[in-house]
C-alpha cells in the first residue's frame, strides 16, 4: 500500500545523537501510530495521534518525541539515541481507534552504534 | 492495559495441512482482534480482523474464531500453502496502560514443510 511512506529505510547512527524517522499518509487517516519491533517483544506502541496536534503516550514512550502539526505527517524523534533504541519502527495509520484496522509503513531499520 | 498471549511461537505443518494459533488477551473492554501476516523483512500485513459481537469469521482459507467469555481468539488456515510461511501476530484493541491502539502478541513462526 503506498498510502504511508516512512523514511530512511535504514539508518545507522551514534549514541547520543539525535534522529528523526519521517512518516507520511495519503489516506487522511485520522488516527497515526509508531510502534516498534524487537525480537522477543513484538510489536510495542510508542505514541500515537488522534489528530493534528493531538498526542498520547503508549506502552514504551520514554526516549522519544513525536509532533503532528499536519494530519499527514506524523515524525518521531529520538533526542539523544541510546544503543536500546537499535530496533525496527514501524508507522501505520487508522480511519479510527480502537476498533479499525491499522495499515502499517514498510518500517525503518535504525541501528545506534 | 491490555496483555496479549500467543501461542506457539513456532509451528510446522505439513504442506496441505491445517495450522491454529491461539491468543488470550485480559482486558474484558477489547473489542476488535485483527490478525497481521509478516514475511521476513517486510511490513505487517492485516489478513483478517473480528470485531467482538461476531464468533467467527472467514476469509477462503482463513478462519477467526472469537470466544468473549474464555476471553481467546484463533486464527486457522486450512489446506496450506509454501506461501503461508511467515510470522503471523494476533492483536487486541485494549493497549497497555489505556492508550488507542493495538497490544500485540509475540508472533508465531509458521513453517510449511514441502
Known amino acids: 500500500d503506498a498510502g504511508i511512506t516512512q523514511s530512511p529505510r535504514y539508518k545507522i547512527t551514534e549514541t547520543g545523537r539525535q534522529v528523526t524517522l519521517m512518516c507520511h499518509q495519503t489516506w487522511s487517516h485520522s488516527y497515526m501510530f509508531w510502534y516498534r519491533q524487537d525480537l522477543g517483544h513484538g510489536l510495542r506502541l510508542i505514541y500515537y495521534s488522534a489528530a493534528a496536534d493531538i498526542t498520547d503516550k503508549g506502552e514504551v514512550p520514554d526516549g522519544y518525541v513525536v509532533s503532528r502539526s499536519k494530519t499527514e505527517n506524523f515524525p518521531l524523534t529520538l533526542e539523544s539515541a541510546t544503543r536500546s533504541q537499535t530496533s525496527v519502527y514501524f508507522c501505520?495509520?487508522?480511519?479510527?481507534?480502537?476498533?479499525?484496522?491499522?495499515?502499517f509503513g514498510d518500517g525503518t531499520r535504525l541501528s545506534i552504534l | 492495559g491490555e496483555n496479549v498471549e500467543q501461542h506457539p511461537s513456532t509451528l510446522s505443518v505439513q504442506e496441505g495441512d491445517s495450522a491454529v494459533i491461539k491468543c488470550t488477551y485480559s482486558d474484558s473492554a477489547s473489542n476488535y482482534f485483527p490478525w497481521y501476516k509478516q514475511e521476513l523483512g517486510k511490513r505487517p500485513q492485516l489478513i483478517i480482523d473480528i470485531r467482538s459481537n461476531v464468533g467467527e469469521k472467514k476469509d477462503q482459507r482463513i478462519a477467526v474464531t472469537l470466544n468473549k467469555t474464555a476471553k481467546h481468539f484463533s486464527l486457522h488456515i486450512t489446506e496450506t500453502q509454501p506461501e503461508d510461511s511467515a510470522v503471523y501476530f494476533c492483536?487486541?484493541?485494549?493497549?497497555?496502560?489505556?492508550?488507542?491502539?493495538?497490544?500485540f502478541g509475540k508472533g508465531t513462526h509458521l513453517i510449511i514443510q514441502p
Open positions: 492483536a487486541a484493541s485494549g493497549s497497555g496502560g489505556g492508550a488507542d491502539g493495538l497490544t
Open positions: 501505520a495509520s487508522s480511519s479510527g481507534a480502537r476498533n479499525q484496522p491499522q495499515h
